[in-house]
């Protein structure tokens, strides 16, 4: 069973220097063993990020990321299960995408569980445009 999970927070003071990639380097190589896939969108001073994965592989991230100095007033905005990766590409990646992005994520509605699939959610649905741009596209010669 997959699940996703969403959740916002406040970067603490220096994180937006080496030490976010040195986090999002560790982040993916825990997640790649934990066969947990998502990405991270940052304004400088929020942090959004979405996660996807195996219910025990999730739980070990989530401990870990609520477990982190390098942020705080962590705010879960999704916890539920889903039916199939909306994030396949990435063990983790980290995009700068500016306040207006982070922001409409955080207050998109992401608490319609039950209603529908967490793949229709408004959230999801602008988390899915914000990212496809930047998946990677199948090379034509692969
Ligand atoms: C914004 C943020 C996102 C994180 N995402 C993940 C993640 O996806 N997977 C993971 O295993 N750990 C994640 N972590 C935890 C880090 O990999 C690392 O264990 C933690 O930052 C170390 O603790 P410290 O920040 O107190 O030095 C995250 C931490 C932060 C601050």
């Known amino acids: 069973m997959l699940r996703a999970f969403a959740y ?7 994180l937006f220097d080496e030490k976010l990639r040195s986090i999002v380097s560790q982040s993916a190589a825990f997640n790649r063993i934990a066969g947990v896939t998502g990405a991270m969108l940052v304004d400088g001073t ?11 592989g999730l739980e070990a991230v989530v401990r870990r990321i609520e477990q982190s100095r390098s ?3 962590m705010r879960p ?10 994030v ?7 995009l700068d995408t ?4 982070v922001s409409g994520l955080i207050n998109a509605g992401w ?3 039950g209603q529908r ?26």
């Open 77 to 86: 905005l999704l916890d539920a299960p889903t039916a199939q990766r909306a």
């Open 71 to 73: 942020h705080t007033l």
């Open 88 to 94: 396949p590409y990435w063990a983790m990646t980290r």
């Open 111 to 113: 608490d319609e569980f």
């Open 117 to 142: 699939p967490v793949a229709h959610s408004p959230g999801m649905e602008l988390l899915s445009s914000v990212l496809r741009p930047h998946f990677p596209v199948a090379n034509a010669s692969d």
């Open 46 to 56: 929020r942090i959004f990020q979405y996660i996807e994965g195996p219910s025990d």
């Open 8 to 14: 916002s927070s406040f970067a603490a003071p220096g």
């Open 98 to 101: 500016g306040q207006t992005v």
